[in-house]
């Protein structure tokens, strides 16, 4: 029976270095564009977020807007009365 020994040269095992230095370095810029990639996701997703308080921030002024357009009229009228009232 013969067992055949694979001996490696100094050659291969530059060649084995170089090949896994490339693989961590694939591994390392996977790792980081991904990492990112879902920061910007978080990031968008609180822009988002803001955005939509902002827009209702915005309607419930316009709200207020649109009530006091309503309001004016009266509170004019209250005032010219409580003037007259006391003179």
């Not at 029976?1 to 050659?11: A, K, L, R």
């Not at 390392?28 to 990492?35: D, V």
């Not at 990031?43 to 309503?70: A, G, P, S, Y």
Request: include cysteine.
């Amino acid at each position: 029976m013969q067992i055949n020994c694979i001996t490696m040269t100094e050659n291969d095992f530059k060649i084995i270095a170089i090949a896994l230095g490339i693989i961590a370095t694939i591994s390392g810029f996977i790792y980081w564009h991904f990492k990112t990639i879902n920061g910007f996701k978080d990031e968008i997703h609180d822009i988002k977020l803001k955005q939509k308080d902002l827009e209702h921030r915005d309607e419930m002024q316009q709200q207020t807007i649109n009530q006091l357009e309503n309001l004016y009229p009266l509170l004019k009228e209250i005032i010219k009365k409580t003037s007259e009232e006391k003179k």
